[in-house]
C-alpha cells in the first residue's frame, strides 16, 4: 500500500477547519502523507457547515468563511465520476451509502488509505477483508 498519499473524508475536515490546533493534529496524525479526496469532498464540507449554522451554531457568514478556509486545505481533489463505477460496486458490497464508498473507491485507485472519523464508515469497510485495512481511524 502507497504509504506516501491518503484519502480523507469530511468527518475529519469538518471539525478541524478553522481550527489551527485540531488540523495540525490532523496533519500529525496523516504522518506527512499528501492528502486527497473526490470532489464530493467540498460538497459534503460546505453541507455540514450549512447544517450547523441552521442548528445556530454559528451565522451565515461563519458557514462561508469555514468553507472558504476549507478551500485553502492542502488536499488534492480527484473526480468523482470515473470512480463511480466503483463506488457502487463496494456500496453493494457493503450495503453503505455511496458518498462514503467514492473515498474508499479513491482509495481502491491510489493504493492508500482512507483517513476518516466515521467509525459506522469504518464498521461497515471492516465487512470487506480486502478493503477493512485500507480504512484508519483517526481522532480530531
Not at 46 to 55: G, H, L, V, Y
Not at 64 to 87: C, F, G, M, N
Request: with cysteine; proline share 4%.
Amino acid at each position: 500500500m502507497n504509504d506516501t498519499l491518503a484519502v480523507v473524508d469530511a468527518s475529519l475536515i469538518v471539525p478541524a477547519v478553522g481550527q489551527i490546533a485540531k488540523m495540525d493534529a490532523l496533519v500529525a496524525q496523516a504522518g506527512g502523507q499528501r492528502l486527497q479526496a473526490p470532489s464530493l469532498l467540498f460538497i459534503e464540507t460546505a453541507n455540514a457547515f450549512w447544517k450547523s449554522a441552521k442548528a445556530g451554531f454559528y451565522d451565515d457568514a461563519t458557514a462561508e468563511a469555514l468553507l472558504e478556509a476549507a478551500y485553502e486545505l492542502p488536499i488534492t481533489l480527484h473526480q468523482d465520476a470515473k470512480l463511480l463505477p466503483v463506488a457502487l460496486r463496494i456500496a453493494n458490497a457493503l450495503r453503505h451509502p455511496v458518498y462514503d464508498c467514492l473515498y474508499l473507491a479513491l482509495a481502491v485507485e491510489l493504493d492508500c488509505a482512507v483517513l476518516t472519523a466515521d467509525r459506522r464508515f469504518a464498521t461497515a469497510a471492516a465487512k470487506a477483508p480486502d478493503l477493512a485495512q485500507r480504512v484508519r481511524i483517526l481522532a480530531v
